[in-house]
Antibody
Framework: QVQLVESGGGVVQPGGSLRLSCVAS????????MHWVRQAPGKGLEWVTF????????YYADSVKGRFTISRDNSKNTLYLQMNSLRAEDTAVYYC?????????WGQGTLVAVSS | DIQMTQSPSSVSASVGDRVTITCRAS??????LAWYQQKPGKAPKLLIY???SLQSGVPSRFSGSGSGTDFTLTISSLQPEDFATYYC?????????FGGGTKVEIK
């Protein structure tokens, strides 16, 4: 069965950095586009970024452009999100998610809290 | 960017009721629309893709319709496990965008 397991969340100070990881199993990771989607406490879903199956194309929400970088290592079935210059408004549960048009599988999420 | 507007933001309904949620795109997106269900503390779950296609394993009481800018998610007979928040998402272009969500509550 498809599994997406995120890690790397935690508490970080404003201006700090964090790298999230997502290990995938149960499907051909190297053939799948992948997203990161976040959800601030008590709020709705916000799409963050997407990477093509081979890493050739990447897209970002305006709110994170220039600060976040998505990448992948298909040899390790792992998706990454490098988050720099973190702000209080980046506080959220971050979901790793599989798909291109729609998202057919989601991880359980990892919480990132930006606070001094 | 394409803005997605859902209505209502919340609805109170009883078991057995028919519930309809609408989603409007700020520009035409053909049939590139998905619907998700999210329960508290859980990841979202895909219900409908391509506006009207039912995801495998999803009960047939869920249905989707629409194209262009106006879309609808219908639950034909609300069941206790359907009380949740529902989101639409456009898949026409990047950045992908979600609607603000509709919370279906017990009346």
């Amino acid at each position: 069965q498809v599994q997406l397991v995120e890690s790397g969340g935690g508490v970080v100070q404003p201006g700090g950095s964090l790298r999230l990881s997502c290990v995938a199993s149960g499907f051909t990771f190297s053939s799948s586009g992948m997203h990161w989607v976040r959800q601030a406490p008590g709020k709705g879903l916000e799409w963050v970024t997407f990477i093509h199956y081979d890493g050739s194309d990447k897209y970002y929400a305006d709110s994170v452009k220039g600060r976040f970088t998505i990448s992948r290592d298909n040899s390790k079935n792992t998706l990454y999100l490098q988050m720099n210059s973190l702000r209080a408004e980046d506080t959220a549960v971050y979901y790793c998610a599989k798909g291109y048009n729609n998202i057919d599988y989601w991880g359980q999420g990892t919480l990132v809290a930006v606070s001094s | 960017d394409i803005q997605m507007t859902q209505s209502p933001s919340s609805v109170s309904a009883s078991v057995g009721d028919r519930v309809t949620i609408t989603c409007r795109a700020s520009q035409g997106i053909s049939s590139w629309l998905a619907w998700y269900q999210q329960k508290p503390g859980k990841a979202p779950k895909l219900l409908i893709y391509a506006a009207s296609s039912l995801q495998s394993g999803v009960p047939s009481r869920f249905s989707g319709s629409g194209s262009g800018t106006d879309f609808t998610l219908t639950i034909s007979s609300l069941q206790p496990e359907d009380f949740a928040t529902y989101y639409c998402q456009q898949a026409n272009s990047f950045p992908r965008t979600f609607g603000g969500g509709t919370k279906v509550e017990i009346k």
